[in-house]
């Protein structure tokens, strides 16, 4: 009986000690974590390290939070659970592929704005100068605006690829906040 019940404190150990460690957010220690607080204009992003009492302590590699910092480095920011409005839990990254598919979706909305201001600001420059010779004076005139398009996302979706590959942005779950 002994036995079943040292076997069940060490199988229940680890589940406890991980529950107590979890602090004031229910998250553990070495979660990555995005806290928008009270006192800072900007999110602080980083990874929890301690939780004293209600203080978190996040480990940060931004060089906005590190107050007036010119570079990166790590730091360590200590922020009291009430003046935390909104917390959010890192979900992962994107796959290469998939932030890349994003990056040139993005580059191909770019192309069709880049194209369309450009054909808009190209009729206004051109207003009572436009002559029947030249195709590309008439709004209306589709295989043109499809050149400029196509000439323009041949830039634009290859360039948004290749910085969404290399980039994948992280994903973000929002924390519900305890009540206080």
């Known amino acids: ?44 992003v980083g990874t929890l390290v301690a939780t004293l009492g209600d203080t978190l302590v996040l480990q940060t590699r931004d060089a906005s939070v590190a107050a007036g910092a010119t570079d990166l480095r790590v730091e360590q920011v200590a922020l009291p659970a009430d003046q935390i409005q909104r917390a959010f839990v890192s979900a992962g990254r994107e796959s290469r ?10 580059g191909a909305v770019f192309a069709v704005g880049l194209t369309v201001v450009g054909r808009a600001f190209g009729k206004l420059a051109d207003d009572g100068a436009s002559s029947d010779s030249d195709p590309d004076a008439d709004w209306s005139d589709r295989p043109s605006f499809v050149r400029a398009l196509g000439t323009v996302a041949a830039v634009t979706v290859p360039f948004g690829a290749v910085v969404g590959a290399f980039r994948p942005h992280t994903r973000w779950a929002e924390l519900p906040l305890r009540s206080r």
């Open 1 to 44: 009986m002994r036995r079943l019940a040292l076997l069940g404190f060490l199988l229940l150990a680890p589940v406890l000690g991980a529950q107590a460690s979890r602090g004031p957010l229910g998250v553990a220690i070495g979660t990555r974590l995005r806290l928008q607080t009270v006192t800072r204009e900007s999110d602080v």
């Open 97 to 106: 592929a998939r932030s890349g598919a994003r990056g040139a979706a993005y």
